[in-house]
């Protein structure tokens, strides 16, 4: 999890939405190619007599793909130049003209599959993000949150980014989460605090769980365990993830920052989850 969005699957799922010479031109295809830097890997010329000059679509997006497996330093840029492409096109518009028979909604669900596979999730509209970044309704004081995990979705290349994301995220859902309940709190209060008063009105605190009731133990020992993600996600933030002026590299992967980004957005949806449950939404 936390690589990049390719695989030989990808490759072959990406190049079956061109196969028969469906989809965007020769010309279009190259344009995709060499905004990310693969323009060169196969290359067509429509004038040429060698074979070998004229793949099909299907197999030059095949070779593209699986080039940038090898060589992935711009792996993502490649695939969303593609998919931009694609969309264009219409692949992913509901009932046009390029999203109709062949077999398409099968050719999309292997595409989805394959990008699951590789630690992404390709959405209805044909846009890639890292798995598990939730996606929050909007909902009154919502939006920064989802301004927010957007943030999140496009910078799966940079940790330090990831990790002061994440903790905006958290932050913002406590904030939200005490404005619903007319909760006053100040700019000054702490994290932690700010999350207390949040998981106070929210019923999550471990404390508040019955722990003779069947399960008890168990749903107690979760709730620890989501306050510790959210306390050392913050904790993180401060010693690597952006703000404060930090300007040096981060120590932290890009897989770790991703599994933190993960864990956060779990543990804010389990917050507005809950919050929508006590509000009857």
Same mark, same amino acid.
């Given at each position: 999890?936390?690589?990049?969005?390719?695989?030989?699957?990808?490759? /072959?799922?990406?190049? +079956?939405?061109? &196969?028969? %010479?469906?989809?965007? #031109?020769?010309? !279009? *295809?190259? =344009? $995709? @190619?060499?905004?990310?830097?693969?323009?060169?890997?196969?290359?067509?010329?429509?004038?040429?007599?060698?074979?070998?000059?004229?793949?099909?679509?299907?197999?030059?997006?095949?070779?593209?793909?699986?080039?940038?497996?090898?060589?992935?330093?711009?792996?993502?840029?490649?695939?969303?130049?593609?998919?931009?492409?694609?969309?264009?096109?219409?692949?992913?518009? /509901?009932?046009?003209? +390029?999203?109709? &028979?062949? %077999?398409?909604?099968? #050719?999309?669900? !292997? *595409?989805? =599959? $394959? @990008?699951?596979?590789?630690?992404?999730?390709?959405?209805?509209?044909?846009?890639?993000?890292?798995?598990?970044?939730?996606?929050?309704?909007?909902?009154?004081?919502?939006?920064?949150?989802?301004?927010?995990?957007?943030?999140?979705?496009?910078?799966?290349?940079?940790?330090?980014?990831?990790?002061?994301?994440?903790?905006?995220?958290?932050?913002?859902?406590?904030?939200?989460?005490?404005?619903?309940?007319?909760?006053?709190?100040?700019?000054?209060?702490?994290?932690?605090?700010?999350?207390?008063?949040?998981?106070?009105?929210?019923?999550?605190?471990?404390?508040?769980?019955?722990?003779?009731?069947?399960?008890?133990?168990?749903?107690?020992?979760?709730?620890?365990?989501?306050?510790?993600?959210?306390?050392?996600?913050?904790?993180?933030?401060?010693?690597?993830?952006?703000?404060?002026?930090?300007?040096?590299?981060?120590?932290?992967?890009?897989?770790?920052?991703?599994?933190?980004?993960?864990?956060?957005?779990?543990?804010?949806?389990?917050?507005?989850?809950?919050?929508?449950?006590?509000?009857?939404?």
């Amino acid at each position: 999890m936390g690589g990049e969005p390719v695989s030989d699957e990808v490759a /072959a799922a990406l190049g +079956a939405f061109v &196969g028969g %010479g469906r989809g965007p #031109t020769h010309t !279009t *295809l190259t =344009r $995709a @190619f060499s905004r990310a830097g693969y323009g060169d890997i196969a290359p067509y010329d429509a004038a040429a007599t060698d074979v070998g000059r004229r793949p099909n679509k299907e197999n030059r997006v095949r070779d593209t793909v699986e080039a940038a497996v090898r060589d992935p330093h711009r792996a993502r840029e490649l695939v969303e130049s593609i998919l931009v492409e694609y969309r264009q096109f219409g692949f992913f518009t /509901a009932r046009s003209e +390029a999203s109709a &028979g062949h %077999g398409h909604e099968s #050719t999309v669900h !292997t *595409l989805r =599959r $394959a @990008f699951v596979r590789c630690g992404w999730e390709l959405d209805d509209e044909g846009a890639i993000r890292p798995a598990g970044i939730a996606s929050v309704v909007s909902t009154g004081g919502r939006p920064a949150i989802e301004d927010q995990l957007e943030r999140l979705r496009r910078a799966s290349d940079d940790p330090a980014l990831l990790l002061g994301t994440a903790k905006e995220v958290l932050e913002s859902t406590a904030k939200y989460v005490l404005d619903v309940f007319s909760v006053p709190y100040s700019n000054r209060m702490h994290f932690d605090e700010l999350w207390h008063h949040a998981r106070d009105r929210l019923g999550l605190l471990p404390e508040q769980v019955d722990v003779a009731k069947p399960g008890g133990p168990q749903v107690r020992a979760m709730l620890g365990a989501s306050w510790t993600i959210a306390r050392t996600s913050n904790e993180l933030r401060n010693l690597e993830g952006t703000g404060h002026g930090r300007t040096l590299p981060t120590g932290v992967t890009a897989e770790m920052a991703l599994l933190v980004v993960r864990e956060s957005c779990s543990t804010a949806e389990l917050a507005l989850a809950t919050l929508d449950r006590l509000m009857g939404r």
